[in-house]
T-cell receptor, first 115, second 115 residues
Framework: DGGITQSPKYLFRKEGQNVTLSCEQNLNHDAMYWYRQDPGQGLRLIYY???????QKGDIAEGYSVSREKKESFPLTVTSAQKNPTAFYLC??????????????FGEGSWLTVV | GESVGLHLPTLSVQEGDNSIINCAYSNSASDYFIWYKQESGKGPQFIID?????DKRQGQRVTVLLNKTVKHLSLQIAATQPGDSAVYFC??????????????FGQGTTLQVKP
């Protein structure tokens, strides 16, 4: 089945550690996104990529980094510079030639907790 | 039952009643609006969308109304069912975003359906 796979589902990070969240899609989508969701809040855009080897900062990119070396993969690294990383992280992908609300696919999310 | 998404984050309705979920969007340059449903620990699911050249759009059991004058969006769910219990988000896409999924999400409203 086509879709987006995020891993791990649950991740615990110690203070000062970097952690990487994986996002893989087999939908042949050019565009991929990372959103952060805090409890009781909407999603906020961290980074997005419209094509391989290119990505742009979203609204809350500080303390995060990404890479887009392959079309199907868009890993997110939460660095030690991110002071409040505990949140639910959602990866998404879409076509880049046409966008509509029902053609952006979201993964199942990853919960990151700082311990 | 009715709520204003930003001020009354939880809406409780009786099964079979109609629900109205409201959202005040922020950017007058937004030209595309989407309603998503999110169940706990999962990614958002597309419900319905509307472009700024329309003021009403109907789907199966759902209707979206757009009032550009006051920057207000609402989602009406007819004959609410227990399976409708979830958090509902409105999202907007500004004109300058082009064909990207750079969604701007509202805070969300929790819909609780009482049997």
């Amino acid at each position: 089945d086509g879709g987006i796979t995020q891993s791990p589902k649950y991740l615990f990070r110690k203070e000062g550690q970097n952690v990487t969240l994986s996002c893989e899609q087999n939908l042949n989508h050019d565009a991929m996104y990372w959103y952060r969701q805090d409890p009781g809040q909407g999603l906020r855009l961290i980074y997005y990529s419209q094509i391989v080897n290119d990505f742009q900062k979203g609204d809350i990119a500080e303390g995060y980094s990404v890479s887009r070396e392959k079309k199907e993969s868009f890993p997110l690294t939460v660095t030690s510079a991110q002071k409040n990383p505990t949140a639910f992280y959602l990866c998404a992908s879409s076509r880049s030639d046409y966008f509509s609300g029902n053609t952006i696919y979201f993964g199942e999310g990853s919960w990151l907790t700082v311990v | 039952g009715e709520s204003v998404g930003l001020h009354l984050p939880t809406l409780s309705v009786q099964e079979g009643d109609n629900s109205i979920i409201n959202c005040a969007y922020s950017n007058s340059a937004s030209d595309y609006f989407i309603w998503y449903k999110q169940e706990s620990g999962k990614g958002p699911q597309f419900i319905i969308d509307i472009r700024s050249n329309m003021d009403k759009r109907q789907g199966q059991r759902v209707t979206v109304l757009l009032n550009k004058t006051v920057k207000h969006l609402s989602l009406q769910i007819a004959a609410t069912q227990p399976g409708d219990s979830a958090v509902y988000f409105c999202a907007e896409i500004p004109l300058y975003s082009g064909n990207t999924g750079k969604l701007i999400f509202g805070q969300g409203t929790t819909l609780q359906v009482k049997p």
